[in-house]
C-alpha cells in the first residue's frame, strides 16, 4: 500500500516536472525566434517561462542542452502540424501547408539556432545530427503526404528540390512579407509536382 502511495504522491510532481519543462521549450522556441541565439540566455528563457534559472538548470544543465532540445521540440511541433494535414489534400493543399511550416515561427526559431551552430563548435555537431533527423523526416512526410512513388525516376529529387524552395521562401520572409508572391510560386510548384506525380 505505501508503495502505490508514494506513486500517487509523485504523478503530481512528475506532472510538474513535464509541465515546467514544455514551458521551458517553448520559451526558448519563442526567444530563438524573436532574440535570435545572442539574445536567448538561459536566463532570458527562464524569465520568459516564468520558473527560476535553477529550475532551468536543473532541467537542462546548459545552453546548447537546452537549444538542442527547443529545435527537436519545433521539429516534433511540425511533424504533428504536418500529420494534421487531411489525408486526400489536393497537391496543391499539401504544398501550401508545407510551405506554411517553413515560412512560421518554429522555422524561424530552427534558423536561429543554425546560425549559431556555424558559428558554435560545441553546438554544431549536435544541431548538424538533428537538422539530418529532421531533413529525413520532412522528406518522409511530404512523400506520404503527396501519395508520391519515389521510385519513379525524377520525383525524390523534384520533391527534395520542392523542399528546398519551401526552406528558401523561410529566408525570405524573414526579411518582408512577401505572401502574394509566395502564393504565385506555391501555385506554380502545386502544378508542376502535379504534372511529375502524374507522369510516374
Not at 535570435?36 to 537542462?60: K, P
Not at 516534433?76 to 510551405?99: F, K, M, N, P, W
Not at 502574394?180 to 506555391?186: E, F, G, L
Request: glycine share 8%.
Amino acid at each position: 500500500m505505501g508503495a502505490v502511495t508514494a506513486r500517487t504522491a509523485n504523478a503530481p510532481k512528475q506532472d510538474r516536472s513535464r509541465a515546467t519543462r514544455q514551458r521551458l521549450l517553448e520559451a526558448a522556441v519563442a526567444c530563438l525566434a524573436e532574440y535570435g541565439w545572442t539574445g536567448s540566455t538561459v536566463t532570458v528563457v527562464a524569465e520568459r517561462a516564468g520558473v527560476s534559472r535553477g529550475a532551468a538548470q536543473h532541467h537542462f544543465p546548459t545552453r546548447e542542452d537546452l537549444f538542442t532540445a527547443a529545435v527537436e521540440h519545433v521539429a516534433a511541433e511540425r511533424s504533428v502540424a504536418l500529420r494534421g494535414v487531411v489525408g486526400g489534400s489536393t497537391v496543391h493543399e499539401a504544398v501550401r501547408a508545407i510551405v506554411t511550416l517553413y515560412t512560421g515561427p518554429l522555422f524561424r526559431a530552427a534558423l536561429q539556432l543554425w546560425v549559431a551552430a556555424a558559428n558554435e563548435d560545441q553546438l554544431r555537431p549536435r544541431v548538424t545530427a538533428l537538422e539530418a533527423r529532421v531533413g529525413r523526416e520532412s522528406h518522409r512526410m511530404a512523400v506520404e503526404l503527396l501519395g508520391a512513388d519515389e521510385s519513379v525516376p525524377g520525383v525524390r529529387e523534384t520533391i527534395q528540390g520542392f523542399l528546398d524552395l519551401a526552406r528558401g521562401l523561410g529566408l525570405a520572409t524573414l526579411l518582408s512579407d512577401d505572401s502574394a508572391r509566395r502564393d504565385r510560386v506555391v501555385a506554380q510548384w502545386a502544378r508542376l509536382l502535379e504534372d511529375v506525380l502524374r507522369a510516374g
